[in-house]
C-alpha cells in the first residue's frame, strides 16, 4: 500500500496510507483464483462475499463492487482501514499458503472510497415495518453494524450515545493519520439514510436505565455495545504523578476534541521532550505515534514481552518503526520519579526475560534481579488494557457479568436478561473492530427472530 514517507507524515496527521491506484486495485484483484470453495469468507466474522467483490472489481464494477460488501458490511470505508485482515479473511486465502495473500482490505478500501467520491450509494432493500423498536447503546462498531442490519429488517432503531460525538472507539480511539473521522461520519450517514435514529450525549444507566427503555419508553429489545473505555493502571509507586495519563484519555483529547489542533481547539495537550508508552496493542500503537505528532524528541515504547509477542497489527508496529518510535522490549517498569511540581521526570525499568507460556498463550515475562536501571521522561501513556465502565451493569438487575465486569452473553448476544443483549469490547474486553461488527451482526439475527416470533416475548 503506498504511504506517505515516514519523515513527512511523522509530523501531520493526515492520512498514512494513501491507497491503491486503479491499476494497482486490478493488478491486485487479478491475484484471486477464484476458488471453488472460497474459504477468505469463512474468515470474515460479517460474511461479506469477497470472490464476488473482486469479480466486480475485474469487471472495474467498483461501485457494485463496493454494494456487493455493503449488502453484508455497512462500514466498508472503515473495515478497509483499521480491520485486522491479515489475521481474518487473509489468513485463509490460498495464495498464502505459497506466497502473499490477495490484499482483501485494500481492495475493499479501494472500492469503498471509489463510492464516496463519486457519492454513488444504492438504497438497500428494507424491510416493511415489523412495529418493533430496538435501543442500541453505544455507537462503535458492533452497534453501528446491528443497526444497520435490523433497520434493513424493518425496525425502528435508535442508537444512543454518551458523548457528544458518534463512533465510539471509531471516534476517540482510532487516530486520524489511521481513520479519517470523515470517513466515519460519511458511514453514519448512510444508516441515518435507511432510518436510523441517533442520540448523542444520552448516558444509558444514568439519563435513563435500560429498564426504563424497555418498560417505559416501549422498546422491544435493547443491545448493549458500550465499549471497553475503563483504563487499566500498572499500581506503581509515582503513578500518580502530573504527566502520566492513561491511553485512554490521552486519545480521546487528541483524536475526539481535536488536541493537535489546539489553540484552535480548545483542548491543551502536554507532551514533554521524552515520552514513554507502556503496553504494545493497538491502542499503545496509537498513543505513541499521536505523541510522536506532537513534537516530542524522542518516544519510547516500553514492552515487557519481546518484538514476536507484540499483540498489535504487524503494518502499525512497522509504521512506527519507520517513523522513529524506540522500542525497549523486554523491559517493565518499576517506579515513577517526579520533581518539587509533582510532574514526572523518569521512570526505573527492570529487564526482563521470558519464561513458559501462561494462560494467554504467550511466554511469560520474568524479571531478572538486578537489572534496575532509570531513564528520563516528562510524560508517560498507559497503555496496558481496559475494561468495560461499570454504569450500565451497576443499575441494571440480574445483568450477569465476569468478575472484571464483561457481560455474559450466549452465542447469539443474548444476555441474562429477557430482551436485553450485547456484543464488542463490552463483552470481549478489548478486541477488534472487525470482531465487534460480528457481534453486532449474529445479535441483530437473533433480536430479528425474536421480535418475530409468534408471541415476541423477551427471550
Same mark, same amino acid.
Given at each position: 500500500?503506498?504511504?506517505?514517507?515516514?519523515?513527512?507524515?511523522?509530523?501531520?496527521?493526515?492520512?498514512?496510507?494513501?491507497?491503491? &491506484?486503479?491499476?494497482?486495485?486490478?493488478?491486485?484483484?487479478?491475484?484471486?483464483? $477464484?476458488?471453488?470453495?472460497?474459504?477468505?469468507?469463512?474468515?470474515?466474522?460479517?460474511?461479506?462475499?469477497?470472490?464476488?467483490?473482486?469479480?466486480?472489481?475485474?469487471?472495474?464494477?467498483?461501485?457494485?463492487? @463496493?454494494?456487493?460488501?455493503?449488502?453484508?458490511?455497512?462500514?466498508?470505508?472503515?473495515?478497509?482501514?483499521?480491520?485486522?485482515?491479515?489475521?481474518?479473511?487473509?489468513?485463509?486465502?490460498?495464495?498464502?499458503?505459497?506466497?502473499? $495473500? /490477495?490484499?482483501?482490505?485494500?481492495?475493499?478500501?479501494?472500492?469503498?472510497?471509489?463510492?464516496?467520491?463519486?457519492?454513488? #450509494?444504492?438504497?438497500?432493500?428494507? @424491510?416493511?415495518?415489523?412495529?418493533?423498536?430496538? !435501543?442500541?447503546?453505544?455507537?462503535?462498531?458492533?452497534?453501528?453494524?446491528?443497526?444497520?442490519?435490523?433497520?434493513?429488517?424493518? =425496525?425502528?432503531?435508535?442508537?444512543?450515545? !454518551?458523548? =457528544?460525538?458518534?463512533?465510539? /472507539?471509531?471516534?476517540?480511539?482510532?487516530?486520524?493519520?489511521?481513520?479519517?473521522? *470523515?470517513?466515519?461520519?460519511?458511514?453514519?450517514?448512510?444508516?441515518?439514510?435507511?432510518?436510523?435514529? #441517533?442520540?448523542? *450525549?444520552?448516558?444509558?444507566?444514568?439519563?435513563?436505565?435500560?429498564?426504563?427503555?424497555?418498560?417505559?419508553?416501549?422498546?422491544?429489545?435493547?443491545?448493549?455495545?458500550?465499549?471497553?473505555?475503563?483504563?487499566?493502571?500498572?499500581?506503581?509507586?509515582?503513578?500518580?504523578?502530573?504527566?502520566?495519563?492513561?491511553?485512554?484519555?490521552?486519545?480521546?483529547?487528541?483524536?475526539? +476534541?481535536?488536541?493537535?489542533?489546539?489553540?484552535?481547539?480548545? &483542548?491543551?495537550?502536554?507532551?514533554?521532550?521524552?515520552?514513554?508508552?507502556?503496553? @504494545?496493542?493497538? &491502542?499503545? +500503537?496509537?498513543?505513541?505515534?499521536?505523541?510522536?505528532?506532537?513534537?516530542?524528541?524522542?518516544?519510547?515504547?516500553?514492552?515487557?514481552? *519481546?518484538? !514476536?509477542?507484540?499483540?498489535?497489527?504487524?503494518?502499525?508496529?512497522?509504521?512506527?518503526?519507520?517513523?522513529?518510535?524506540? #522500542?525497549?522490549?523486554?523491559?517493565?517498569?518499576?517506579? #515513577?520519579?517526579?520533581?518539587?511540581?509533582?510532574?514526572?521526570?523518569?521512570?526505573?525499568?527492570?529487564?526482563?526475560?521470558?519464561?513458559?507460556?501462561?494462560?494467554?498463550?504467550?511466554?511469560?515475562?520474568?524479571?531478572?534481579?538486578?537489572?534496575?536501571?532509570?531513564?528520563?521522561?516528562?510524560?508517560?501513556?498507559? !497503555?496496558?488494557?481496559?475494561?468495560?465502565?461499570?454504569?450500565?451493569?451497576?443499575?441494571?438487575?440480574?445483568?450477569?457479568?465476569?468478575?472484571?465486569?464483561?457481560?455474559?452473553?450466549?452465542?447469539?448476544?443474548?444476555?441474562?436478561?429477557?430482551?436485553?443483549?450485547?456484543?464488542?469490547?463490552?463483552?470481549?474486553?478489548?478486541?477488534? /473492530?472487525?470482531?465487534?461488527?460480528?457481534?453486532?451482526?449474529?445479535? @441483530?439475527?437473533?433480536? =430479528?427472530?425474536?421480535?418475530? *416470533?409468534?408471541?415476541?416475548?423477551?427471550?
Amino acid at each position: 500500500m503506498p504511504c506517505q514517507l515516514p519523515e513527512a507524515r511523522r509530523r501531520n496527521f493526515c492520512e498514512v496510507a494513501i491507497g491503491f &491506484t486503479e491499476e494497482q486495485a486490478l493488478l491486485e484483484a487479478q491475484r484471486c483464483i $477464484s476458488c471453488k470453495t472460497p474459504i477468505c469468507i469463512t474468515g470474515c466474522p460479517v460474511e461479506v462475499n469477497i470472490p464476488h467483490f473482486i469479480l466486480s472489481i475485474l469487471k472495474r464494477d467498483y461501485v457494485g463492487a @463496493a454494494n456487493i460488501i455493503r449488502d453484508k458490511n455497512s462500514l466498508p470505508a472503515i473495515c478497509g482501514r483499521v480491520c485486522q485482515q491479515e489475521d481474518q479473511c487473509e489468513a485463509r486465502c490460498v495464495n498464502a499458503i505459497k506466497g502473499t $495473500s /490477495v490484499g482483501i482490505g485494500r481492495l475493499e478500501r479501494f472500492v469503498a472510497d471509489y463510492q464516496i467520491d463519486c457519492g454513488s #450509494f444504492a438504497t438497500p432493500f428494507i @424491510a416493511p415495518p415489523t412495529g418493533r423498536r430496538v !435501543a442500541l447503546v453505544g455507537s462503535g462498531p458492533a452497534s453501528l453494524t446491528a443497526a444497520g442490519d435490523l433497520a434493513r429488517m424493518g =425496525h425502528k432503531v435508535t442508537v444512543f450515545e !454518551a458523548l =457528544h460525538k458518534l463512533g465510539g /472507539v471509531l471516534a476517540y480511539g482510532i487516530p486520524e493519520f489511521r481513520l479519517p473521522k *470523515s470517513i466515519v461520519g460519511i458511514e453514519i450517514r448512510q444508516l441515518e439514510n435507511i432510518g436510523v435514529e #441517533f442520540v448523542t *450525549s444520552c448516558v444509558i444507566g444514568k439519563t435513563e436505565t435500560v429498564d426504563e427503555l424497555l418498560d417505559e419508553e416501549g422498546y422491544d429489545a435493547v443491545f448493549l455495545a458500550t465499549g471497553a473505555g475503563l483504563p487499566y493502571f500498572l499500581n506503581l509507586p509515582g503513578e500518580n504523578l502530573a504527566g502520566i495519563y492513561s491511553a485512554n484519555e490521552f486519545l480521546t483529547r487528541v483524536n475526539l +476534541m481535536k488536541g493537535y489542533k489546539f489553540p484552535e481547539y480548545d &483542548t491543551p495537550v502536554k507532551v514533554g521532550k521524552r515520552v514513554a508508552v507502556l503496553g @504494545a496493542g493497538n &491502542t499503545a +500503537m496509537d498513543a505513541a505515534r499521536v505523541a510522536l505528532r506532537l513534537g516530542p524528541e524522542k518516544v519510547y515504547m516500553v514492552y515487557r514481552r *519481546s518484538r !514476536a509477542e507484540v499483540p498489535a497489527r504487524a503494518e502499525e508496529v512497522e509504521h512506527a518503526m519507520e517513523e522513529g518510535i524506540e #522500542f525497549k522490549f523486554l523491559t517493565a517498569p518499576t517506579q #515513577f520519579f517526579g520533581d518539587t511540581r509533582g510532574w514526572v521526570t523518569g521512570m526505573e525499568v527492570i529487564d526482563m526475560e521470558l519464561g513458559e507460556p501462561d494462560e494467554s498463550g504467550r511466554r511469560r515475562p520474568v524479571p531478572i534481579t538486578g537489572t534496575e536501571h532509570s531513564f528520563d521522561v516528562d510524560t508517560v501513556i498507559v !497503555a496496558v488494557g481496559q475494561g468495560p465502565n461499570p454504569l450500565i451493569q451497576s443499575t441494571t438487575p440480574g445483568l450477569n457479568t465476569t468478575k472484571w465486569g464483561n457481560i455474559i452473553t450466549d452465542e447469539t448476544g443474548l444476555t441474562s436478561r429477557p430482551g436485553l443483549y450485547a456484543g464488542g469490547d463490552v463483552v470481549r474486553g478489548g478486541s477488534t /473492530v472487525i470482531l465487534a461488527m460480528g457481534d453486532g451482526k449474529r445479535a @441483530a439475527r437473533s433480536i =430479528h427472530e425474536n421480535l418475530m *416470533s409468534t408471541n415476541c416475548s423477551r427471550n
